[in-house]
């Protein structure tokens, strides 16, 4: 078995910041891309941002230039460091992995439970 669990999201106010991260654990024997995802009430799930296993990274239009991803591959952990937010940033942040358990010869994709981030005043 594999999981991936977010954690970090909360209330923050207009401007602020909030570092999420996603832990994955179990059966692994690599991990490939790592990404962040989100939804919010009505909507569909947005790509957010990815890193490959070398840092490469790619951010969403929508946050270039407020949001980082960033991970540590010895901890098997992502992170998405989030500046300047917006109300429109309230939403539900998923993290998703391409994990190669140790019994399987391909990679799968596996999801976080996700964690509820909200900009109010």
């Known amino acids: 078995q594999v999981q991936l669990v977010e954690s970090g999201g909360g209330l923050v106010q207009p401007g602020g910041s909030l570092r999420l991260s996603c832990a994955a654990s179990g059966n692994i024997f690599s991990i490939n891309d790592m990404r962040w995802f989100r939804q919010a009430p009505g909507k569909e799930r947005e790509f957010v941002a990815s890193s490959t296993w070398s840092s490469d990274s790619t951010h969403g239009g929508a946050v270039q230039g407020r949001f980082a991803i960033s991970r540590d591959n010895r901890a098997n952990t992502v992170y998405l460091q989030m500046h300047s937010l917006k109300h429109e940033d309230t939403a539900v942040y998923f993290c998703?992995?391409?994990?190669?358990?140790?019994?399987?010869?391909?990679?799968?994709?596996?999801w976080g439970q996700g964690t509820q981030v909200t900009v109010s005043t």
């Open positions: 998703n992995a391409d994990v190669k358990p140790k019994d399987v010869i391909e990679y799968r994709p596996y």
